[in-house]
Structures are given as C-alpha cells and as structure tokens.
C-alpha cells in the first residue's frame, strides 16, 4: 500500500488548487480537488484515521489548510469559504511548479512557532510535541495531552476564522447560544435576541431563572478593530438604562488596554470577553465543535490484588 502524503505535502497542492478559484471554495471542495490534484489512489482515499472516525486524507488536507490560513496566506471571505491571499498568490506565481522543500519547511515551523507561542501564552507548561527533542523522556500521556493542545490551537484559529466571516446578526446568536452552553440560561425559553436597529446597545437578554429575576445584558460585536473604552463605557450606560445587574460585552477581536482599565475599575457586573477567550469558550462547551473520545488504556492494579 502507497503511504498517504504527509500534510505538508498537501501545502502546494492546496495552493495550487485554490489559484484557480479566486473567489475561493469550501472546504470539501479543496480536500476533494486536493485529492485528485495529488493523484489520490482509491486505495489511499479508504485509509481512515486511527479511531476510523473519517478519511485520512482529509484530515490531512484539512491540516494543510488550517497551516496555510495560519501562515497569512489562505483567508475565509464568508463561512466556510478558503481563497488565496495576495501573500498567497505571491507565493504560487513564484513556485508554479510547486513550493520547494525549504519553503515547505518554512511554513510549518513557522505555523508551529505560532502555536507554542499561543500555547505558551495559555499555558506556561505547554510544550511543542512534534519533535524527537520534545518528547524524550515524557510520558506518552504527557505527550497526548500537549497534542491536543496543539490541535486546539488549531481548532481555535479556524474557529475565529469563521466567526469572522460571520453576519453581525449570526455572530450575536452564537455569543448566546456560548453562554447557554455554559449554563447561564434556565433553558431555551431563558435566551432572547433581541439585536436590532435601535436596540439600545443590547443584542441580546438571558434569563437565569424562570422568573427573571436574575438576567444577563449581552452586547456581541464582530469587530476587525480592537473595542475601546468609549464602546464599552456606552454598554455600560445601556446597562444602567436597563437598571440591569450583569453585562457581558463579547467580541469577535479584542479591546484596548484603557477598555480592560475600565472594567477593572467597575464593579463586578461587567464582563469583557475578546475573540481568543470567546472560541476557548466554545471548545469547551460544545458550541460548533464536536468532541470525540479518545480511550487510553491503562493495567488496573487493583484487579490483580
């Protein structure tokens, strides 16, 4: 049987692909053209993941995407959708006859810096686990854990990529189905949208008991700039125009240094929320992502006693 191509073998591929179709194409498009671009045999194409949850090929294509999206040199005009970057299409008229090893090599490490930075920042004990260096001497629980740091990551990035290309209105419904998610709504009839024209600052309402008692203002914005302390102090004032207790601002970008000021200098009510904590949050809790399990065996000592 051929060895399936590594995903970075799939970059110029993908690349290549995506040159032609300038307004981009979705991502079970790519990873089917990738595959024929590649000369995929039909036996390679019925190689599954490990756990035989889906085609190999595809995760593998799907890899070399979200790496290249990483890179600058993919970007996703609306949900779903992957087209070249002006980066991108430097690079395919530079290399049209495909990326050459050392570029290839480029990507990755650089795609792969960026992750451990990311992870680095969340966790100061995360680890790059790719490399023989790194995971010497570690456990291979150890080494399971810190890999599904990394795809987090990756998860992520791809997460904020299609909340990006999002409809403000579509945006707002998922920041509220995040926070049902994480258990602030008594149930469904808990969650109002009530994002308009004129709405007063206020996209949406949740009831945390069934008589309301306790509610949650929620403002949602799918911004490319950072908010700033003017659009936060302005929530606020809504806030105190809806005598309201509890506000979560939550953004699809991130907020300026004077906006964190201000909310630590207001009282506990106001919650800021930035793109980054907002995806965490919904790789948590479910919301656009599915989880699969992953069994780990390990000898029962206390069977043997």
Excluded: C
């Amino acid at each position: 049987m051929a060895d399936l191509p590594k995903y970075t073998d799939f970059f110029s591929t993908v690349l290549s692909v995506l040159s032609s179709a300038p307004t981009g194409l979705r991502r079970k498009e790519i990873k089917n053209l990738a595959a024929d671009a590649a000369a995929l045999t039909d036996e390679q194409k019925r190689m599954t993941m490990p756990d035989g949850r889906g085609p190999l090929f595809e995760n593998r294509i799907g890899w070399a995407v979200s790496y290249l999206a990483m890179a600058g040199l993919l970007e996703s005009p609306s949900r779903g959708t992957w087209k070249l970057t002006n980066d991108g299409a430097k690079l395919v008229a530079q290399y049209p006859r495909g990326l050459p090893a050392s570029e290839v090599s480029r990507i990755d490490s650089l795609v792969r810096k960026e992750y451990r930075q990311r992870r680095n920042q969340a966790n100061a004990a995360a680890e790059e686990t790719s490399t023989p260096e790194v995971t010497a001497g570690r456990s291979p629980e150890e080494v399971i854990h810190a890999a599904v740091g990394t795809l987090e990551d990756a998860v992520a990035e791809e997460l904020l990529q299609s909340l990006v290309a999002l409809s403000d209105q579509r945006f707002e419904i998922v920041v509220l189905d995040v926070l049902r998610g994480m258990g602030y709504a008594w149930d469904a009839s808990g969650v109002r949208h009530t994002g308009r024209t004129g709405d007063g600052g206020i996209d949406g309402v949740i009831d945390m008991d069934p008589l309301g008692i306790q509610r949650v203002y929620v403002q949602a914005k799918k911004w490319t700039g950072s908010v700033g302390v003017k659009e936060v102090q302005a929530f606020v004032g809504s806030l105190a125009g809806f005598q309201a207790r509890m506000g979560v601002f939550i953004t699809s970008s991130d907020f300026t240094k004077q906006a964190l000021e201000f909310e630590s200098k207001t009282s506990d009510k106001l919650v800021l929320i930035n793109g980054n904590k907002l995806v965490r949050l919904m790789i948590q809790h479910g919301v656009g992502v599915s989880h699969q399990n992953i069994r780990l065996p390990r000898v029962d000592g206390d069977y043997f006693e």
